[in-house]
């Protein structure tokens, strides 16, 4: 079979440790003799972002922004320990924080249901898709000790340096305390509503949307009115697709979520969403079946796995012993991409490969074939499910490709 062509190129975001490894071979094995790979290859491997005083991390950001598509392979976050480690010149920034500035965009993480693999919670038989606002309040709040008889005010000056306002969090008069000032802005919140109603049109799915707006009445209450405005310009379509789009309190959007069949996306402020993503990506069974795809405002996507570089496993790989590393979401950032990019050069051959690639995958593990994190998940009447390790596991799927 002759390869197939592409036209525009993919942006490619090289990785670290075990998925850089898995990356690698997930190419040669799965995508190479099928496909005649255009990719624009940047190395975000933590050595050359630190060659690069991780400009090659804007570039491959603005890259994305420039074609369109992009993906990105696990990368480390450098810690105190990573410096000592890889002898980094500086403690560079996470590079999921960089890319995520230079596109405006909003994180969607989605698990990749397989048949056998049961949910702790029974009723979802479908993806929870969860979208969390990856901007501000308590992440970029300010925060600090007040002493007892101090008095602390929220104070609000003009371009002048003026005082326009004061108002008087609390007088600490009977003993210390702490306070905490945080914010967003209106332009991010449309940006996230925007990508959030986009990405529920496009995936034909509902969406529900949560704040606490009965206690925190102007901020959340503002939330919930840009959410409103902005649903105005998509209304038309949902009902159209026969789609609807709900607010409500985020206590009555647990209880709607776990009682749910999945099937909708869910979008969360940022903490909500950052303690809601790992509950429901726990709930699917294993962080190596979560993928998650950047969506900026203006319609560009990064997709990649949701779990990090598998440093325990990389670690075994070093020592030259036998790792069973699931690479199932890194394969769903290809296809993810390779759809993508299919989708918008009209390239119905991509698209279908990609496809067909998924569709290898999850019917590896449906057989009983997987890596070691799925084998206690695994139930199926008649499959003993069989552990393969991260070489086999890739050539299991291509026999069936
Ligand atoms: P991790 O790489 O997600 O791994 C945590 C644990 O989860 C692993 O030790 C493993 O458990 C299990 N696991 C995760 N992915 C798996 C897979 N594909 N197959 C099998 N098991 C899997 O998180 P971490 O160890 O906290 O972080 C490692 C590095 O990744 C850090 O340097 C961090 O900065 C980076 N990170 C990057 C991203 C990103 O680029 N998006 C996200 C998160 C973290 P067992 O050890 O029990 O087998
Ligand atoms: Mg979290």
């Not at 920034?93 to 990749?112: C, E, M, Q, Y």
Request: charge should be negative; glycine fraction near 8%; charged fraction near 25%.
């Amino acid at each position: 079979m002759p390869k197939i062509k592409m036209t525009v190129p993919l942006v490619e975001m090289d990785g670290d440790e075990m998925t850089r490894v898995l990356w690698k071979r997930i190419k040669e094995i799965l995508i190479l003799p099928y496909v005649e790979l255009k990719t624009e290859y940047y190395d975000l491997g933590l050595v050359h972002r630190d060659e690069t005083e991780d400009r090659v991390t804007e570039e491959s950001a603005l890259a994305a922004k420039k074609y369109g598509v992009a993906v990105k392979c696990a990368t480390i976050t450098p810690n105190v320990q990573r410096m000592s480690e890889y002898n980094l010149h500086k403690m560079w920034k996470s590079p999921n924080g960089t890319i995520r500035r230079i596109l405006d965009g909003t994180v969607f993480r989605a698990p990749i249901l397989c048949n056998g693999i049961l949910s702790y919670v029974p009723g979802w038989k479908r993806p929870i898709v969860l979208a969390r606002h990856a901007y501000g309040d308590v992440y970029s709040a300010v925060d600090g000790v007040a002493e007892a008889g101090e008095k602390v005010y929220l104070v609000t000056e003009d371009a002048s340096g003026k005082e326009v306002r004061r108002a008087l969090v609390h007088d600490f008069k009977d003993g210390a305390g702490v306070v905490q000032g945080m914010h967003n802005c209106d332009g991010s919140i449309r940006s996230f509503a925007h990508s959030c109603f986009r990405f529920a049109l496009e995936n034909k799915i509902p969406m529900i949307f949560a704040t606490k707006d009965t206690i925190s009445k102007v901020y959340d209450g503002r939330f919930k009115a840009v959410f409103a405005e902005v649903y105005e310009e998509y209304k038309e379509a949902f009902e159209a697709q026969g789609l609807y789009y709900l607010y409500t309190l985020i206590d009555d959007a647990v209880a709607r979520i776990v009682r749910s069949e999945g099937g909708i996306l869910w979008a969360c402020k940022n903490y909500d969403g950052d303690v809601m993503s790992d509950m429901v990506a726990t709930a699917y069974g294993s962080l190596g079946m979560m993928s998650s795809v950047l969506v900026s405002p203006d319609g560009k996507y990064e997709y990649e796995a949701a779990h990090g570089t598998v440093t325990r496993h990389y670690y075994k790989y070093l020592k030259g012993e036998e790792t069973s590393t699931n690479s199932v979401a890194t394969i769903f950032a290809w296809t993810g991409a390779l759809k993508k990019r299919g989708e918008l050069d009209g390239n119905a051959a991509l698209a279908a490969f990609a496809e067909k690639l998924e569709k290898a995958t999850v019917s590896t593990i449906e057989e009983g074939e997987m890596t070691g994190d799925l084998i206690p998940l695994f139930h199926r009447e008649g499959i003993t499910p069989k552990k393969l390790n991260s070489e086999e596991f890739l050539q299991a799927i291509a026999k069936r490709l």
